[in-house]
């Protein structure tokens, strides 16, 4: 076995991010088929346990924490720093341990993992915490909600899982509004989430397009643009581009939104009229996989209603194969249908869309194939 296991470790030193997620898959897929009915009810039926442990982790500092000391903390040092009780703590890494979270290399005596180090970076702790805190009940909620109406696909965002598990009438986007601390956590982990140089702009002809654009009009207006980190990122790397640049969304996000220069700050309802018209860009990232055809429908005609013969609109989603869609694609479709009765749309789920509006997709530019993630242009006709 250890043969194998060095075998399997040279193979994943030189492979790339695509060889290694494949290898992952492999070696997750093996796993599997090894186990017995008793492993398999011990894996899936605890596995709430692992992230309400992690969530402890960060209430604790404790992966920032291990990662910083570099070499092994005993359970006392880890004690007097979070304060935690140590008969609590033991039992606690005494568990982290076991699942790889942490490294128990001796007798009360613990060090970081590559786990430990990836749970120490803000992305996991904004992401984790988001899935624990807003997505966690939903989930808890998603059978009882299934049966309670027959089994039908949902598509009324009034009426989802997420009115469910919150006991609200308020849509999600919505809710986050009394929910400080879970609108923190969403807005963190979409900043976080996506590596800057993995977007759209690594692909699509932004020079090209604006070289004879005038100053005096908006050039790239980001719809439901968080608190501005895409805005901020265009300015970065076309900081000569000509026109205005505008970052809109619901106010209580504006509140929070960075503060760039040569970015304005525009609270705004994308289901109400757009205002900011004749812009060259009109882009949305991940906002439409969150509302169902009748509302992404009313969402382009908004935007439709302002463009000039000269606008684009660009649509930043994920667009999925018909058939052999990953995991986490297939995992965030059904976090879409939970939270906003809403779905993650495979190329001819969108062109159906786009049809019945009347733009034309000029162009799909794929950035990250390993996702699906990919910028659609579109031009009125
Ligand atoms: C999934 S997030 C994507 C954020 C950002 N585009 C990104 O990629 O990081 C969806 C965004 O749409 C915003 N949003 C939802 N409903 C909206 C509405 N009716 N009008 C404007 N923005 C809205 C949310 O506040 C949130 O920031």
């Known amino acids: 076995m250890k043969n194998a296991l060095d075998y399997i470790q040279q193979l994943a030193a030189g492979s790339n991010r695509t060889q290694r997620r494949e290898l992952m898959a492999a070696l997750h897929n093996l796993a599997f088929s090894l186990e017995d009915a008793h492993d398999t009810v011990n894996r899936i039926g605890y596995l709430h346990l692992q992230t309400a442990a992690v969530k402890i982790g960060f209430d604790l500092g404790l992966f920032r924490l291990l990662v910083k000391e570099e070499g092994t903390l005993t359970l006392s040092d880890i004690s007097q720093i979070t304060k935690a009780d140590p008969v609590f703590l033991a039992r606690y890494l005494r568990y982290l341990a ?131 980190h895409q805005c901020a990122q265009f300015k970065k790397k076309y900081p000569d581009v000509p026109g205005q640049v ?14 760039t220069p040569g970015v304005e700050n525009i609270a705004h309802d994308f289901f109400q009229e757009q205002l900011v018209k004749g812009a060259k860009f009109y882009f949305t990232r991940g906002v439409c996989h969150n509302h169902p055809d009748n509302k992404v429908k009313l969402l382009l005609r908004n935007i439709m209603s302002a463009m000039s013969p ?9 667009v999925l194969p018909e058939t052999g869609v990953s995991e986490y694609a297939a995992c965030m479709d059904l976090t879409m249908m939970a939270a906003f009765a809403a779905m993650e749309r495979s190329e001819s789920q969108w062109r159906k869309i786009f049809d019945e509006v009347g733009l034309k997709l000029v162009k799909i530019y794929s950035y990250n194939p390993e996702n699906y993630e990919c910028v659609m242009d579109l031009r009125l006709p």
């Open 98 to 228: 076991a699942v790889d979270v942490i490294a128990e290399v001796g007798p009360d005596r613990y060090t970081a993992t590559n786990i430990t180090r990836n749970l120490a970076q803000p992305v996991a702790e904004a992401g984790i915490s988001h899935c624990f805190e807003t997505i966690g009940p939903e989930y808890q909620a998603l059978p009882r909600y299934m049966k309670k109406t027959g089994y039908m696909n949902p598509s009324d965002e009034m009426h989802t899982v997420c009115q469910e598990a919150w006991n609200t009438k308020l849509h999600q986007f919505a809710w986050f509004k009394d929910h400080p601390e879970n609108l923190k956590f969403f807005n963190d982990y979409m900043a976080h989430r996506r590596e800057a140089e993995v977007s759209w702009l690594s692909v699509y002809p932004v020079l090209e397009q604006t070289k004879d654009w005038d100053p005096a009009k908006p050039v790239y207006v980001n719809i439901g643009g968080g608190v501005g």
């Open 246 to 259: 505008i970052l809109q969304d619901l106010p209580h996000t504006i509140e929070n939104a960075l503060t």
């Open 310 to 318: 000269e606008s684009i609109i660009l649509l930043d989603e994920w």
